[in-house]
Nanobody, 127 residues
Framework: QVQLVESGGGLVQAGGSLRLSCVVS????????MGWFRQAPGKDREFVAR????????EYADSVKGRFTISRDNYENTVNLEMVSLKPEDTAIYYC????????????????????WGQGTQVTVSE
């Protein structure tokens, strides 16, 4: 398994920017995919973005495409999520997730495809 710790959340006005970071430790050699999910109060956790650990290919939810950028640094074992043009509907707790299996996920948008999760970092976007 791997351990994940998120940071970088905070309060920002609509249209502003934040950069989230996820520090990865443990069995990093087994990681296939890293993802970001978010969850607003009373709502389901939803997929935001993912990056393949080795190949670096990226995918995004339609709601954040063009505004968020996911990246990874395999040497430093970190995954970042740069967020620009933030909207109030982006307000949520953001979670870093890892699929620590050699095979890739069948559907990278599903929580069940990931094995390890961080504790989350709060992002609040004001009007």
């Amino acid at each position: 398994q791997v351990q994940l710790v998120e940071s970088g959340g905070g309060l920002v006005q609509a249209g502003g920017s934040l950069r989230l970071s996820c520090v990865v430790s443990g069995r990093t050699l087994s990681i296939n995919t890293m993802g970001w999910f978010r969850q607003a109060p009373g709502k389901d956790r939803e997929f935001v973005a993912r990056v393949r650990w080795r190949g670096g290919s990226k995918e995004y939810a339609d709601s954040v495409k063009g505004r968020f950028t996911i990246s990874r640094d395999n040497y430093e074992n970190t995954v970042n999520l740069e967020m620009v043009s933030l909207k109030p509907e982006d307000t949520a707790i953001y979670y870093c997730a890892a699929r620590d299996r050699l095979s890739g996920p069948s559907d990278y948008t599903l929580e069940s495809e990931y094995d390890s999760w961080g504790q989350g970092t709060q992002v609040t976007v004001s009007e």
